[in-house]
């Protein structure tokens, strides 16, 4: 490891070189945890960094060490904050966390009355959404946008949803509302 001087920001264009790379990263980590995750192509994520609407963390010396990406459904009543990765090296040194609360506060930004929720099976995520102040919801409480239970068909789990009618699955779903928040403060 080169150095622990991390650079997190917005993504941008000048950021596609890394696009395959993160791709890369999230099939092999998928694999390797045997759980599901929704399959993400490069120009998928080539694109996420154009619009501004991927946050990406590097070392000083440009190597790519972790990304996440924001996504609006239902016409932008709900984000989602997805595919978050860190490369394994880079593991356990709070960059997740870190990655996270930026694509949270971008995620406000852009879309300040959107509820913001994910679903996961893992633990460090759960807790770092606990600590943004989501909250464990039923799947009912999330978008019912088609094209976002589509992203769920790559997943080795998806028989498991359908066959729960949608209702349930693997994954916890995490929700933050910024009305009830406002509503507590
Ligand atoms: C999950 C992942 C993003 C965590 O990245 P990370 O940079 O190591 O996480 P952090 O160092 O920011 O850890 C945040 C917290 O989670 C905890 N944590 C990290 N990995 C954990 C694990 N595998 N199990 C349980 N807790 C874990 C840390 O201890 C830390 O809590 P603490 O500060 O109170 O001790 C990373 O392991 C990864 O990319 N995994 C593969 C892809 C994946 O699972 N993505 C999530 C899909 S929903």
């Known amino acids: 490891m080169e150095d622990l001087a991390f650079h997190i920001g917005v993504a941008n264009s000048t950021h596609k070189l890394y696009a395959d790379q993160i791709a890369a ?4 980590s998928a694999k390797a945890r045997g759980t599901g995750i929704a ?17 990406i963390a590097l070392t000083s010396a440009g190597n790519w ?8 459904w239902g016409h932008g009543k709900f984000v989602a904050n997805s595919g978050l ?8 040194y ?3 966390r870190k990655i996270k609360q930026e694509v949270f506060k971008l995620s406000q930004e852009k879309y300040p009355e959107s509820k913001i929720f994910g679903l996961t099976t893992g633990a460090a995520v759960m807790k770092i959404n606990s600590e943004l ?5 039923s799947y009912s409480a999330l978008t019912d946008d088609e094209e976002f239970w589509k992203g ?17 699955c693997l994954c916890t779903a995490m929700l933050f509302d910024p009305k009830s928040k406002k509503k507590e403060s």
């Open 133 to 137: 102040g989501y909250i464990p919801v």
């Open 152 to 168: 769920c068909q790559s997943c080795v789990n998806f028989e498991i949803l359908t066959a729960k009618n949608r209702q349930n």
């Open 25 to 28: 990263e999230m099939e092999n």
């Open 65 to 72: 060490v972790g990304f996440c990406y924001i996504e609006a």
């Open 85 to 92: 990765i860190v490369a394994p090296e880079y593991r356990q």
């Open 39 to 55: 399959k993400r192509s490069p120009a998928y994520l080539e694109a996420k960094m154009e619009e501004g609407k991927a946050v």
């Open 94 to 96: 709070g960059l997740a």
